[in-house]
């Protein structure tokens, strides 16, 4: 009997680890956190960029956040790092801000992505720290995407990386190896997983959240989110007549939402409910005005398209010398 | 040789493939970590049991959470919160009326019509919403919005050198309910709230705030006459005071602000 049992739980053990290993570091494609990459450079790109208007009315030493009342206001809060609690001067604030952007550009073309990422990253938190009563939802997972493109190498492809590593192939072939130029990378396989893993539980605590709500169970909630006149892109009031329209857009997104986070792993289906993200994210991106979030939630749902169907859409639309591993 | 109908040929070739084992280890061990930190954001913030709250309080753990801004729930309802349709959950904004002595009055609005793009007005909405949030009677928090209004109060006095300010927080009420909307009725498309309101003083270069009943839009519950309860304060007429002028110490106050 405790030999049944033992063997039972070493098959059990064997199992687990042999699907964990699979999971994790099957060496993969890097291409889909590429392309990944370079959205979301955008997106952060943007979002530091729409501080310069602000930079000195929000941080400097007479800004709307000063470090020495919203400084206490932070201490009191939670942790965070940020180097703009370090300076308040217009100079530093200026010098910082511009460093950041071509940071954040460098990373988006792919420039020393393996240094770029992680000194993005570390800009963009500066940024949502320093100004943390001014951010919302995008920021959390904006961060995280960042975070996880450090970890693998999202340089290899549509990257100016990619460009000087092929001249030097060209110049040096000798001094080319196999694996760097393979494409397969297990560490592209782990970034890549943290991206689902993370976004599917976004999905999930997003639904629970939801359905906590009764606007969302009785088909309401997009006419609630439409009804804030000032963020909503398009108005809807004309839909107030057409109430079963309004309770189809409600219901559809909460269903979409639970069938993203449980269909989106079937490789099958995946390509489809990227498809259908992106019709969901924009419609409720024109009703609540958070285009920018909904693009990093779309963006973020990327990672479930396996390489080969990403391959295929950059063939589709033309990209497909960029998207061809380096021979 | 026994069958095991597990052992695929292929599985065999691409397991060839795993990087050493010794790195699957450590990478699976900060894996484990990462996730369980994730998890512990989720059960130490939305409803968290005592179990919860200990974990999320985990040293090390705590600040790398917080620090990638992964200590949330994700709970985004989108209609920001569960009071759809009430005092918080609709745009606001912030209205400051900048007096100086001698000159009109001059009028600053956050986010200023016209900004762009939206990513900008979504920020000042953010943070009027945030003051609307602090000072709200039921959860909100006096010590982080006086240190909020302060800041908020000495940027605008000094960039437009006044003396004092009245600022106002101000929220748009969404449409009505669908059942209850008339696109006929202009007046349902702006009905305006103030969420808070506070005057500004610089008094020799500190700013005291002076707390004021926000104005509401609806008539107030008419009066019972019946005897207070031991342990409730007397309820009174909210005072109809202006606002003191700055050269004069304020008649009555409730500065929110702790003088060090």
């Known amino acids: 009997m405790r030999d049944i049992a033992a063997d039972y739980f070493r098959s059990i053990s064997e199992q687990v680890g042999r699907a964990w290993n699979r999971f994790w570091f099957l060496p993969s494609d890097p291409l889909t956190l590429c392309v990944i990459r370079v959205l979301a450079g955008l997106i952060a790109f ?35 790092f940020s180097y703009f609690w370090l300076f308040d001067s217009p100079g530093a604030l200026w010098a910082a801000h511009w460093i950041g952007l071509s940071v954040l550009a460098m990373f988006t073309l792919g420039l020393f ?75 592209a396989t782990v970034a890549v997983r943290l991206i689902q893993v993370h976004l599917a539980l976004v999905y999930f605590m997003m639904v629970l959240g939801q359905l906590n709500e009764d606007t969302w169970w009785d088909g309401t909630a997009v006419w609630w989110l439409a009804g804030r006149q000032d963020s909503a892109l398009i108005s809807i009031a004309s839909l107030a007549s057409a109430p079963y329209l309004v309770n189809l857009w409600t219901l559809g997104f909460v269903i979409f939402e639970i ?69 | 040789m026994m069958s095991q109908p597990d ?29 369980f930190g994730l998890a512990v954001a989720i059960l130490g913030t939305e409803k968290p049991s005592q179990l919860g709250l200990a974990l999320a309080d985990v040293p090390g753990l705590k600040q790398y959470r917080e620090g990638l801004l992964m200590n949330l729930a994700y709970t985004y309802y989108l209609t920001r919160g569960n009071n759809v349709g009430g005092e918080l959950d609709i745009d606001h904004s912030l209205i400051a009326t900048i007096k100086k002595k001698g000159e009109p009055d001059v009028v600053v609005e956050l986010p200023a019509p016209g900004t762009w793009p939206g990513l900008r007005r979504h920020r000042y909405r953010t943070l009027a919403r945030t003051v609307a949030m602090f000072g709200d009677e039921t959860i909100g928090s006096p ?39 008339d696109p006929t009725n202009a007046a349902t498309f702006a009905r305006f709230r103030d969420a808070y309101t506070t005057t500004a003083l610089r008094i020799d270069n500190q700013i005291e705030l002076l707390k004021r009943e926000p104005a509401r839009d609806t008539a107030p519950p008419p009066k019972v006459n019946l005897p207070p309860k031991a342990d409730e304060p007397v309820a009174s007429e909210p005072p109809a005071t202006e606002a003191p002028k700055a050269s004069e110490p304020p008649a009555s106050s409730e500065p929110l602000n702790d003088k060090s």
């Open chain 2, 143 to 181: 010590e982080p919005l006086g240190l909020l209004l302060q800041s908020i109060a000495n940027s605008l006095l000094k960039e437009y050198q006044g003396d004092s300010l009245d600022l106002r927080c101000q929220g748009r009420l969404t449409l009505p309910a669908m059942g209850e909307f």
């Open chain 1, 259 to 327: 069938a993203f986070g449980v269909l989106a792993w079937n490789r099958l289906l995946a390509p489809l409910m990227v498809g259908i993200s992106a019709l969901s994210w924009l419609s409720i991106g024109l009703v609540t005005g958070m285009l920018p979030f909904a693009a990093i939630m779309f963006v973020a749902g990327l990672a479930f398209l396996p390489p080969e169907t990403m391959r295929v859409a950059c063939d589709a639309i033309g990209l497909k010398p960029y998207a061809q591993p380096v021979a």
């Open chain 1, 113 to 187: 992505t393996r240094i770029t990422s992680v000194l993005s990253l570390i800009v963009a938190l500066a940024y949502f720290h320093r100004g943390f009563v001014v951010t919302s939802e995008m920021e959390p997972v904006l961060a995280f995407v960042l975070f996880y493109l450090c970890l693998g190498p999202a340089g290899e492809y549509f990257s100016l990386d990619r460009l000087l590593l092929k001249r030097r192939a060209s110049a040096t072939p000798a001094q080319a190896t196999s694996r760097r130029l393979s494409g397969a990378h297990w560490s």
């Open chain 2, 7 to 35: 052992r695929n040929p292929a599985a065999d070739l691409t397991d060839a493939a795993l990087p050493k084992s010794e790195i699957r280890t450590t990478v699976s061990f900060l894996l484990f970590l990462h996730l």
């Open chain 1, 46 to 80: 943007y979002s530091v960029a729409t501080f310069t208007p602000d930079l000195i009315f929000l941080f400097g030493p007479d800004g709307l956040l000063s470090i020495e009342s919203v400084g206490r206001m932070q201490d009191q809060q939670y942790f965070s």
